[in-house]
């Protein structure tokens, strides 16, 4: 069943170390095409993330969040100033020696003083978040193309009854080209019978061809509206096919309004066309 570029993915993973979210968002585009939003440290990442919807989707513009929580990206670590702590030493050395004190101080005792030992964020390393990254982006295409295939189903529904309209007024056509093409014939009959021949005739020994005639049209457009149909069952990306399929059904609806001169399959023509439109505008939407 043909799937629609139109779609929406969710995917969530979390550990002690990190809680991510990313989210996928897919609309109609004539190539593939994957818009990234993460932030600088996840940018190792992007690659692969590209990879891995190129692997699954063929068209479609793809935009992709990356969330982790604030907490989740940095983790405390405690950094000792070494030069400072030194200085400190040195400075209660010096003010024990003038004072004729002993000196007690320790590394605790110098570790308390301001600024010796500090709490600082440190990124979460790239490998650490990236399973998790995995695991919600997993998820968000599996719900991505659970909502592009039923998006999908609903565009080859109403694709199919419009085609069925289209097989319809086909028919119809036929129907008036076929008596026409006889009310031609009963008009030559006339006309040979009582020796008023056509010009045209005369010069084509009675073969010109019939002003009304264009069954072949009609011929190739049925083909081509099977054919549609037949690529709706296709899993695989159609939408290229059926926007060409649909370039040539108007090609044949045109000739087939040009040539006919018949005011009833004109407004049929007109139907033909109509439907076209809307179905063409349903297909843009197809991978």
């Known amino acids: 069943m043909a ?47 590209k990879e891995r919807l190129r ?19 940095e983790r405390k ?5 070494t030069a400072l702590a030194k200085q400190y030493a040195a400075a ?18 110098v570790a308390a003083f301001p600024e010796v030992v500090r709490l600082e964020s440190r990124p979460l390393p790239v490998d650490r978040i990236e399973p998790l990254v995995n695991l919600a982006l997993a998820k968000a295409v599996r719900r991505l193309l659970a909502m592009r295939s039923a998006e999908g189903k609903r565009l080859v529904a109403d694709i199919r009854q419009r085609l069925r309209g289209i097989r319809r007024v086909r028919q119809e056509i036929e129907v008036r080209v076929l008596a026409n093409i006889r009310q031609q ?3 030559r009959q006339k006309a040979n019978t009582a020796g008023a021949r056509p010009e045209a005739e005369l010069k084509n020994g009675n073969t010109a061809p019939l002003r009304c005639d264009v069954t072949e049209e009609l011929v190739r457009l049925n ?46 023509v007109v139907t033909v066309k109509e439907e076209l439109e809307k179905i063409r505008e349903q297909v843009q939407n197809i991978e």
């Open 77 to 81: 670590v405690p950094v000792v100033d």
């Open 55 to 73: 692997s699954v989707l063929q068209r479609g513009h793809v935009e992709v969040w990356l969330q982790i929580s604030a907490a989740s990206l």
């Open 223 to 268: 083909s081509h509206v099977v054919q549609f149909a037949k690529f709706l069952t296709s899993r695989r990306p159609v939408g290229r096919a059926l926007d060409f399929l649909i370039q040539e059904m108007n090609r044949e609806i045109n000739t087939i309004g040009s040539k006919s001169m018949d005011a009833v399959i004109a407004h049929r």
């Open 3 to 49: 799937l629609s570029m139109t779609g929406y993915g969710r995917g969530e993973a979390k550990n002690a170390s990190a809680a991510v979210v990313l989210e996928l968002k897919s609309v109609n585009h004539r190539y593939f095409e994957a818009v990234m939003n993460l932030s600088a440290p996840l940018w190792s990442l992007e690659h692969k993330i």
């Open 185 to 187: 014939k009963n008009e």
């Open 92 to 109: 209660f050395r010096h003010l024990s020696k003038s004072l004729g004190l002993a000196d007690t101080a320790d590394v605790r005792w």
